[in-house]
């Protein structure tokens, strides 16, 4: 999830940190991912999602964030925004440089992609439902633990949390996290290591020249979970478009060159 292939470019400025140095840590989760990876990676040999799967996922997670003395704030997801569905403008722009034929083509394109994506997020929504929801809410009330649902991604709201000072960092796989706004992010934080890969925004730039702006650029070319991206750039070709137009009109720039 997130920026097409960003991973592989932010790995080198990681700092490998240990669980035990995270103690009294905040640490705000995005509790809707957690959901979709229990129930789809706990299940029975005829492939269906056991019963309290997601309890005992979110149970030996939370017990490992307590043993090493971090103290998680969780969020769930909201409302889908409506940024991750083109807008008109993008249709107006490609009647003004397309012919009829053209448009066609694009219109019958976007309404296959989005009959897609809506028949993922309906099957979402259908293996994680209100009462999944509820029941994580209660385990984490008896925990004690903290948690909030934001106004629509839980990711944004991580990233808000950051921004104003309530939280230490976040933990996600999503890349996405940069984009909204997060500076602190720490991932790989349950696999069989004792130590996690700890990402500071200000590394990225002090080490890769790379900055929040430059991450949003990279997501419109490469494709993230809000954009499509353009077809037939990759990750090289992105960065060079990006050495070669620079600054926040850089995009612009591009599209006047390229037209």
């Not at 097409?4 to 490998?16: I, S, V, Y």
């Not at 704030?73 to 409506?82: C, H, I, L, R, S």
């Not at 439902?129 to 903290?146: C, T």
Request: one cysteine or more; proline letters at 4%.
């Amino acid at each position: 999830m997130g920026v097409q292939g960003l991973w592989p470019l932010l790995e080198p400025a990681a700092r490998p940190t240990k669980l035990e140095s995270l103690r009294g840590r905040r640490l705000a989760i995005d509790a809707s991912i957690w959901l979709h990876q229990f129930i789809k990676a706990i299940k029975d040999k005829e492939g269906n999602a056991l019963p309290n799967s997601h309890i005992l996922g979110f149970l030996r997670r939370i017990c490992k964030l307590l043993y090493y003395g971090i103290k998680p704030v969780f969020v769930f997801d909201g409302q889908t925004p409506e940024i991750k569905r083109k807008t008109i403008v993008t249709f107006l722009t490609s009647l003004e440089h397309n012919s009829p034929a053209q448009v066609r083509q694009h219109l019958h394109s976007e309404i296959t992609q989005f009959r897609q994506r809506q028949t993922r997020e309906e099957r979402y929504a259908s293996e994680v439902n209100a009462e999944m929801v509820s029941d994580i809410q209660l385990l984490l009330r008896l925990f004690g633990i903290p948690f909030t649902t934001a106004p629509t991604e839980a990711e944004a709201e991580c990233a808000q949390l950051s921004q104003q000072g309530l939280i230490d960092g976040i933990v996600t796989d999503d890349s996405d996290v940069f984009l909204f706004g997060g500076t602190q992010v720490f991932r790989h934080m349950f696999n069989q290591a004792k130590s996690v890969e700890y990402y500071l925004l200000a590394d990225l730039g002090q080490e890769m020249a790379i900055d929040r702006t430059i991450l949003i650029q990279l997501a419109y070319l490469l494709g993230s979970d809000y954009t499509d991206g353009i077809p037939g750039v990759g990750l090289v070709n992105a960065l060079e478009i990006l050495n070669e137009f620079r600054g926040p009109a850089a995009l612009a720039d591009f599209k006047t060159w390229w037209l």
